[in-house]
Every structure is written in C-alpha cells, then in structure tokens.
C-alpha cells in the first residue's frame, strides 16, 4: 500500500495544476474560521454568526462538515486530473510495462482517493476542534466528542465521491468531460425526482415516497450522509415557532446510508478494475 501511494503522490508532486487545486481547497476549509468574522446589520438588527452557535460544541461537527463538504468539487478536479494525465503522458502504459498489474494500479488510485479523504478529514477536525474551543459556549469533554459520527460521514462522504470521480475519469478519459459527466448525472438525479413527483402526484406522501426512492441513488445518498445543519440553530427553531412552524426532521448520521454509499463506492471501484481490464491500453 505505501509503495502504491509513494507513486502517486510522486507523479502529483510535479503535477502543478494538482498542487494549485489541493491548495486552493485546503485554503477554503481554513476560511471557515472566517464565518465567525461575519456580522449582519440592518437597522436595530444585529446578528454576530459565531455568537449564533455555529461553533458550538457539537454542533460545529456537523456544520464544518457541511460546508467543507461543498468544497469537495476542488478535490474531484484533483482525482480526475489524476486519471486523465495518466492517458495523456502515457504513464498509464509505463507503469504496466515496469510491471504493475492493473488491479495494483486500481488500488493505487483508490489508495490516493482514501489519503485525501483521511487529510481533508483530519483538517476540518483540527479547524473545528481549534473554533470550537475558541468560540463554544460548552467545552466539557463529553459535549466535545458528542456527534464525532459527522466527521466519519464526511469521510466516507468524500471516499465515495471521488470514487465515483475515478470512475468518470477512467470511463471517459479527459478530465474536462468526466467533471462534465458528474454534473450530468447530477441532472439526471434531479430529472429523476420531478419525474416521481410527477408520477405519484401531489399529496401529503408523495415527499416521502419520493425520498425513499431517492436514498439509493450516489449521489443523493451521499448527499443524505450529512443533511444540513441550519434549522438545527435553535435562533431558526425559535423564528419558526414563532410563525407557527416546526421542524420534525432527524439529523443523525443514518447507518443504512452509509451502507449505501459504501456499496456505491465498492461498485465504482470495481467498474473502474473491469474497464481497465477490458480496455486495450
């Protein structure tokens, strides 16, 4: 394992459009620090974000893992640029021909799909332990390490979306076009809900017939791993209780879900293994 993430952390390393991407996102998960400088003013109005509670334990485990999982996008260039180079500068061909086999070369690539995860995981946890100590209300040790389960969605969140990434990337083979894919099939999802929204009509149900058919496909369910985090605030609990509002909604990290995205993730690595064996190099 660390004979194939030495390879490819070496042919990143004189990647410079790679480097710029990876830094560039790293650079926004530390600008979440800088919500907790945004003030809001409207006349008599006045509202401090991080004297709202976004920081606070533990509930900053799973707002950070939210937004930082929105900047997943960046990374997703990263893995797919990753593949596509390999085509390009034949390096693809040279490392079978030096005697990797193709399932090591899979591997290689779900190794460095699993290193950026595990570092982008670690980071927000370290941007969210050092807020949250900062800002929180709560800091007993017990309220610290409460909802810790975001960071482990966020993980397998990220696995199986660059999966899905590398996948795109061997399937299509330039970068530009896999990037283009993954937004098409976002489209597709999305076409797909109107069209059961459309095909059990409207009524009281119809929202969780549609979700439950939902929850099975990538992308949803990935999306499903971390829902968000806003009407959890109890300042947007209190303004919908006092329009007669109330949220019934469950914000814990569901295990069927990850079972979900788990299964998506095993078969994108494994289509991408098949593909390769099957396609003349």
Not at 169 to 179: D, E, M, P, Y
């Amino acid at each position: 394992m660390l004979r194939l993430l030495t390879i490819e952390f070496h042919k990143l390393r004189f990647n410079k459009a790679s480097k710029i991407l990876s830094i560039i996102y790293f650079g926004l998960l530390t600008s979440i620090a800088l919500i907790a400088a945004i003030k809001f003013e409207f006349g008599d109005f006045k509202l401090h974000l991080a004297d709202a509670g976004i920081f606070n334990f533990p509930y900053i485990w799973h707002f950070n893992t939210y937004i930082a999982a929105i900047l997943k996008f960046f990374l997703l260039l990263v893995i797919v640029s990753m593949m596509s180079n390999e085509y390009s500068y034949k390096t693809l061909k040279q490392n079978l021909i030096d005697g990797l086999s193709k399932k090591e070369f899979i591997l290689s690539k779900f190794y460095t799909v699993i290193a950026f995860a595990a570092i982008s995981t670690v980071f927000v946890f370290v941007v969210s332990l050092v807020l949250g100590l900062f800002y929180s209300d709560y800091n007993e040790f017990a309220i610290i390490v409460s909802d810790l389960e975001y960071l482990v969605a966020f993980f397998i969140k990220l696995v199986g979306f660059f999966s899905f990434g590398l996948f795109l990337g061997i399937l299509v083979k330039r970068s530009a076009f896999a990037v283009g894919a993954m937004f098409v099939w976002l489209i597709i999802e999305n076409m797909f809900r109107g069209f059961l929204f459309w095909k059990f009509n409207e009524n009281e149900k119809t929202s969780n017939i549609v979700d439950n058919f939902m929850q099975f496909l990538p992308l949803e369910s990935m999306t499903n791993l971390i829902k968000e985090p806003f009407s959890r605030l109890g300042a947007v609990r209190s303004a919908a209780n006092t329009m007669g509002e109330s949220f019934t909604k469950t914000y814990s990290v569901d295990f069927s879900t990850v079972a979900i995205v788990s299964f998506w993730t095993f078969l994108f690595i494994f289509l991408s293994y098949k593909l390769l064996l099957k396609r003349d190099l």
